[in-house]
């Protein structure tokens, strides 16, 4: 994960799949849809390949916008318990889950570490209300895209050790943020178009991360996300969008 100062913002570090193929040559057959394809409403201008998953790409926050394919979300059959998390982290040995990791590499001050993970003292910026925090029992590790709007927004439905993947992805900067529990509670399951954060400061960059985390994994927007995307991007000249695909 990250800490604020590697929170740095615009740029910020995400990770997306080049989400439509390059036409293909003349002559050559197409590959048909998959069975489960999920339904959509329209797609994303195609884009040229913006390279290998795993590649690092960066895009302006318009272009990445423009990367996003666009469909209806789909709820029914979500359930919080589809995406497992928190998992044992990066050291299982330490005794601090992917929650507890998040939170101590996001400390401004570090906290003490004490046997099975126990934290006391440091300080945490949360960057939805910019509030300083310092007790780490009243911060919430976020989803970043949460993960019921995940469920809406998989393209096709995710097997479950993506699913866990996604709950506890350390490999990026952005998928977890530990930010106040107020502001956490506040946001809930919301996409851009029915919430942004309370500092208005933070808003390019949460543009930015929620466009590069949708990025990252292959994820839809719907109509309203896509606009509200846009009218966000307007007030955002120069932001930029940094991603790495997760195959």
Not at 58 to 71: Q, S
Not at 138 to 159: C, G, I, N, Q, Y
């Amino acid at each position: 994960m990250i800490s604020l100062m590697r929170r740095g913002l615009p740029a910020l570090v995400l990770a997306a799949l080049p989400l439509l193929a390059s036409p293909a040559s003349a002559g050559t057959p197409t590959t048909p849809v998959p069975t489960n394809e999920l339904p959509f409403t329209s797609y994303a201008p195609p884009q040229a390949p913006a390279g290998a998953p795993g590649s690092r790409v960066v895009l302006a926050l318009f272009d990445a916008i423009d990367r996003l394919p666009v469909a209806e979300e789909h709820r029914e059959g979500y359930q919080r318990t589809l995406y497992k998390h928190w998992n044992p982290g990066l050291n299982a040995a330490d005794g601090c889950n992917t929650r507890k990791e998040v939170i101590l590499a996001e400390a401004v001050e570090d906290p003490l570490v004490e046997a099975g993970c126990k934290l006391s003292g440091g300080s945490w910026r949360s960057a939805y209300d910019s509030l300083v925090v310092t007790d780490a029992a009243k911060l919430d590790v976020d989803h970043f895209v949460p993960l019921a709007e995940v469920f809406d927004s998989e393209r096709t439905p995710w097997s479950a050790e993506r699913r866990e993947a996604y709950a506890n992805d350390q490999g990026s900067a952005d998928t977890l943020i530990a930010v106040s529990a107020a502001s956490n509670r506040s946001k809930s399951d919301k996409d851009p178009a029915d919430w942004m954060p309370a500092d208005g400061t933070y808003h390019c960059a949460y543009a930015a991360t929620w466009v590069a985390t949708k990025l990252r994994w292959d994820l839809a927007v719907d109509d309203a996300e896509r606009q509200a995307l846009l009218g966000t991007a307007e007030d955002c000249t120069g932001t930029t969008v940094t991603y790495q695909h997760v195959p």
